[in-house]
Nanobody, 125 residues
Framework: QLQASGGGLVQAGISLRLSCAGSRRTFSTYCMGWFRQAPGKERGFVAVISRGGLNTDYSDSVKGRFTISRDNVKSMVYLQMNSLKPEDTAIYYC????????????????????WGQGTQVTVSS
């Protein structure tokens, strides 16, 4: 139901844009998040956007470098990643959480209902 793409192997300082395609006609009722998991680490929060797209939140480690956005007409969510660092290396997952409120956000990985398959991002120094 969620298909993430756009990962790759890049050098530090380069930008990448991840995309996540949703398949539900009710895509606009879902709060959408990006999470990442590095080898040997737990899956952690990266960014989230409310169902209406007006509210966003970011982890401190990516704030100012990453931007999450969505297009509810196309059922897509994006993660623009600028100034990539080697510590950004991970598998990136998009996730969806049903939300009754337009402005609701959550960074809790356990709160999400659906997950994409992940896309690998590797940043070399």
């Amino acid at each position: 139901q969620l298909q993430a793409s756009g990962g790759g192997l890049v050098q530090a300082g380069i930008s990448l844009r991840l995309s996540c395609a949703g398949s539900r006609r009710t895509f606009s009722t879902y709060c959408m998040g990006w999470f990442r998991q590095a080898p040997g680490k737990e899956r952690g929060f990266v960014a989230v956007i409310s169902r209406g797209g007006l509210n966003t939140d970011y982890s401190d480690s990516v704030k100012g470098r990453f931007t999450i956005s969505r297009d509810n007409v196309k059922s897509m969510v994006y993660l623009q990643m600028n100034s990539l660092k080697p510590e950004d290396t991970a598998i990136y997952y998009c996730a969806a959480r049903y939300s009754r409120l337009q402005t609701s956000l959550t960074s809790n990985v356990r709160a999400y209902d659906y997950w994409g398959q992940g896309t690998q991002v590797t940043v070399s120094s």
